[in-house]
Structures are given as C-alpha cells and as structure tokens.
C-alpha cells in the first residue's frame, strides 16, 4: 500500500490558487510530524508547511501565501496555496516521519508526489 497518495497538482497563472490533498496511510498518518515538501529541479526537497502530532504547525517556507491543515477522520493532509507565483513551479510531496523538526530530510514516508506549474 501505497503509504501517501497526493492529488491537486496542476497548472494555474500567477495569483492563482491551488489546493493539494494528501490521504495516508494509517502507518504514515499516526508519525510525529506529517507535512507538505517541495522540489525544484536539481534540487534536494525542501519545507514548506507541517504539523506535528501535538498539533503544532510550522510554516517553513510561502509564508501568508499556504495554510495546512488535516482532517483526522480521513486520515488526510491539505495545502491551500493562494497568489501563486512563477517560482512556485515544483513538484510538491507529503511526507511524515518520527524525527522532531519535521524537516524533509528526516521524513520516513512519502508520496509520489504532484507537479504544480505556475505560468506568467
């Protein structure tokens, strides 16, 4: 089973706004941290938004422009991303993991990830 599947990727023009969804597995689910992760090409995968089991939420990166948030009954993650910009072009993951700091490289589980491409 496929531990994080994402949806929601896509193309839209700058300011523009796009929701991704994430739906986990209950092994991925239940970590100490599950978030939203991006990657540019040639890139490593860097943060962007997470919450951890104490329901603390980080933003890391796209600050006042995404809002994360997770509905426990379905076992789902969500990433509202508004006033896209051009260099918001990525593929964008969901990933969880036991490591405090919630960071991507201390992720255990991941999805196979969404494009997203933001045109001028």
């Known amino acids: 089973q496929v531990p994080l599947v994402e949806s929601g990727g896509g193309r839209v023009q700058a300011g523009g706004s796009l929701t991704l969804s994430c739906v986990a597995s209950e092994i991925a689910y239940y970590r100490y941290c599950i978030g939203w992760f991006r990657q540019f090409p040639g890139q490593k995968r860097k943060d962007v938004a997470s919450i951890d089991s104490d329901g603390a939420i980080n933003y890391w990166d796209m600050k006042g422009r995404v809002t994360i948030s997770k509905d426990d009954a379905k076992r789902t993650l969500t990433l509202q991303m508004n006033n896209l910009k051009p260099e918001d072009t990525a593929m964008y993951y969901c990933?969880?993991?036991?490591?405090?700091?919630?960071?991507?490289?201390?992720?255990?589980?991941w999805g196979q990830g969404v494009a997203v491409t933001v045109s001028s």
């Open positions: 990933g969880s993991g036991d490591q405090y700091g919630c960071s991507a490289h201390a992720m255990e589980y």
